[in-house]
């Protein structure tokens, strides 16, 4: 199994564990076939599929998440090579200064 990162959307990033990009797309709830049109050529109008959705395969991944007082659960930190592997899925975020 690989771990794959996943963004949708530009706001929401999926991390599964799969064999190959087309499962991971499945495991994260989309259609396999999105892959197929992810590596064919931009169409139409508005935002392509490629600026929509990307999927990545991680060579890494360290994660901390801490429950919040009200119970729900939280990414409280994640390694320097796990933040650049996720945000350079979203151009848009800023990378946070490391500690």
């Given at each position: 199994?690989?771990i794959y990162a996943i963004r949708i959307e530009n706001d ?74 996720l945000f350079d899925l979203h151009p848009r975020a800023k ?5």
């Amino acid at each position: 199994m690989n771990i794959y990162a996943i963004r949708i959307e530009n706001d929401e990033t999926v991390v599964v564990a799969a064999a190959n990009p087309q499962e991971a797309l499945e495991r994260a709830g989309l259609p396999g076939c999105l892959l197929l049109a992810l590596e064919g050529p931009a169409e139409g109008r508005g935002a392509s599929l490629q600026e929509r959705y990307k999927v990545v395969e991680l060579n890494h991944l360290h994660l901390r998440l801490r429950c919040k007082p009200n119970g729900d659960l939280d990414l409280y930190d994640a390694d320097q090579p796990t933040y650049e592997s996720l945000f350079d899925l979203h151009p848009r975020a800023k990378l946070p200064a490391m500690k």
